[in-house]
């Protein structure tokens, strides 16, 4: 059984909310600025259920180790290749600035790290083999994450 990006995303969210509690060691951020973390987080959820809503509607796989049925380039994917992780990241981020103390900070970037190392690597070349040059076109159009 293969460990998804979720439960990536879930380990690090409950991380980072411990750890602000149990080593409150600066706060860098707040109130009321730390607000502007409700907003991150909001864009984050959004970002994901419309991503998702997308591959549903496409009937493709979400789980980044299977091979893809279908190329989504629409919605979110114009500006993301990666929009769902991008969700994950800030909502990671949201949280880090709705805390406001520095080591929270650290969990979004662990994730983009894991991401960047553990799954967007073989999804970009399921991708390549299954869509060739279709798929390199939309690597020249879409950034990575933003």
């Given at each position: 059984?293969?460990?998804?990006?979720?439960?990536?995303?879930?380990?690090?969210?409950?991380?980072?909310?411990?750890?602000?509690?149990?080593?409150?060691?600066?706060?860098?951020?707040?109130?009321?600025?730390?607000?502007?973390?409700?907003?991150?987080?909001?864009?984050?959820?959004?970002?994901?259920?419309?991503?998702?809503?997308?591959?549903?509607k496409g009937n493709t796989t979400v789980k980044?180790?299977?091979?893809?049925?279908?190329?989504?380039?629409?919605?979110?994917?114009?500006?993301?290749?990666?929009?769902?992780?991008?969700?994950?990241?800030?909502?990671?981020?949201?949280?880090?600035?709705?805390?406001?103390?520095?080591?929270?900070?650290?969990?979004?970037?662990?994730?983009?790290?894991?991401?960047?190392a553990i799954f967007i690597p073989t999804e970009?070349?399921?991708?390549?083999?299954?869509?060739?040059?279709?798929?390199?076109?939309?690597?020249?159009?879409?950034?990575?994450?933003?």
């Open positions: 059984m293969k460990i998804m990006p979720t439960t990536y995303f879930m380990v690090l969210l409950i991380l980072a909310i411990v750890v602000h509690f149990a080593l409150p060691i600066i706060k860098i951020i707040i109130f009321p600025w730390n607000i502007i973390g409700i907003l991150l987080i909001l864009f984050g959820i959004i970002l994901n259920l419309w991503a998702d809503q997308i591959f549903k980044p180790h299977l091979m893809p049925d279908l190329l989504v380039t629409s919605g979110p994917f114009c500006i993301s290749r990666h929009p769902m992780y991008l969700g994950m990241a800030a909502i990671l981020l949201g949280t880090a600035v709705l805390l406001g103390s520095i080591i929270t900070f650290i969990f979004p970037v662990i994730f983009i790290i894991l991401m960047e970009e070349r399921n991708l390549g083999k299954q869509f060739g040059e279709k798929y390199k076109e939309y690597k020249n159009k879409a950034r990575r994450w933003i």
